[in-house]
């Protein structure tokens, strides 16, 4: 009986498969609240990444100890699942290569990613992220580090096909409030919050350009956040919305009560799961190829699509057939 060949390998032949991470990413500035966050992880399972910030987390002059924290955090037992990443500042700012020095040397082979903040230009992501390279090599990280890039300024939106083509990235972050920002009145405050935010024209070409590029290289899009703290059902709004919408499968989560409405509008519906377990273990025993499943032909060309959707219904906590479990996941 020839051995059953695992999707990964059969369905991408050498080619990157698209990264499938969490589709919550929950901001934490605080050691206090990066603690809650860690233990909220642990409860509610691994779902969500954690965001520790040392962009607006750190309290000015005293980048070095916030930095040195989150260091000291990460490397706890706090932090289980390995699901928490660092946001370092922005390039202006004087602090961001003592960010990396810290981080990078401390947490190069735990953090789940660095997001950079604030990008004008691509050739200044591209020092910072040679800058990240280099300090990774001198301390003998053999990994590369997932790299984050926030979308949140003309010029980032002007480079942005550029930007998600550079190494180590990751994730394309959409910033609305500082995009907003950028505009001098030309968009609403209100274009901040739904609907305007999706309805802008502004906006709406801003997020379209910012998913377009990340999804042509293989990059995961992320959307903003929700600015209403207290009602749940409006972040699941937003979120189905950015999810359906316009292509987003990742979104930011800036209050607890916020995650667990994302990763509900973000996962696969459970009926889809059942069908792409059924189809990929029925092709896994024909050696991937041709099938007929519930009267409708499916090839390589849909195991991919189903292969992805197996793999994020498990990020997202969905279960799955057993037997599809065993043979993918085990």
Request: proline fraction near 6%.
């Amino acid at each position: 009986m020839t051995e059953a060949v695992h999707p990964s390998e059969a369905l991408f032949g050498g080619e990157k498969p698209f990264p499938i991470i969490a589709a919550c990413e929950h901001f934490a500035g605080s050691e206090k609240l990066i603690q809650k966050a860690l233990a909220l992880q642990e409860k509610l399972g691994p779902i969500f990444d954690i965001t520790c910030d040392c962009e607006d987390g750190a309290p000015a002059g005293k980048e070095r100890e916030h930095a040195e924290m989150i260091v000291q955090v990460q490397n706890s037992a706090g932090n289980k699942f390995r699901m928490a990443g660092v946001r370092i500042h922005d390039y202006s700012h004087p602090a961001w290569k003592q960010d990396v020095d810290i981080l990078v040397e401390g947490l190069g082979e735990v953090t789940a990613y660095i997001t950079i903040p604030k990008t004008t230009d691509v050739n200044h992501l591209r020092e910072m992220v040679e800058y990240i390279q280099a300090v990774a090599a001198r301390n003998g990280i053999k990994r590369e580090i997932p790299l984050h890039a926030l979308i949140e300024t003309h010029g980032a939106l002007r480079d942005v096909q550029a930007i998600a083509a550079t190494p180590w990235v990751q994730v394309l972050d959409f910033g609305l409030m500082d995009f907003v920002s950028g505009h001098h009145g030309a968009i609403p405050a209100a274009a901040m919050r739904s609907p305007g935010q999706f309805d802008h024209e502004l906006l709406r070409r801003a997020k379209a350009e910012v998913v377009a590029a990340a999804l042509a290289n293989g990059v995961v899009p992320a959307h903003n956040v929700t600015l209403d703290l207290k009602n749940p059902y409006t972040t699941y709004q937003d979120a189905s919305r950015a999810r359906n919408e316009f292509g987003f499968m990742r979104m930011w989560s800036i209050y607890p009560a916020q995650i667990q409405p994302i990763v509900d509008a973000m996962k696969p519906d459970y009926g889809e799961v059942e069908d792409a377990a059924n189809i990929l273990m029925a092709a896994q025993d024909v050696s991937w190829g041709p099938i007929q499943y519930k009267g409708e032909l499916h090839d390589r060309a849909t195991y991919r699509y189903f292969w992805d959707l197996l793999r994020k219904a498990r990020v997202t906590g969905i279960p799955m057939p057993a037997e599809a479990e065993r043979r993918f996941f085990a």
